[in-house]
């Protein structure tokens, strides 16, 4: 197993050892695997308009709407979730 070390981009502290939450020298906290907002926004946006789509089609059938709303938004979230897992985000205090 390595000791994955992480580098401040505020104090370029490069002794921080992953999962750390706060930077020892600039106490910038640190985040792991944030999921940006515009990504989650494209799954959303993806999402209401297969629902909107399948609710015009299904004649306003609310099952039929949520059957498919619900799986996108929730796989959809999981697959950012996944792609983002090792996304490291800085934020100065």
Known sequence: ?????IRCPFCHND?????QRVCTTCF???SYGLVPVWALSIVIVIAS????????VSNANVVATFSV??????LGGLALKGVYSDRVVFHQR
């Open 1 to 5: 197993m390595t000791n994955k070390k």
């Open 15 to 19: 002794k921080i050892a992953h999962g």
């Open 28 to 30: 910038a906290s640190i």
């Open 49 to 56: 308009v297969a629902g909107i789509a399948v609710f015009a």
């Open 69 to 74: 709303f619900l799986p996108i938004l929730v």
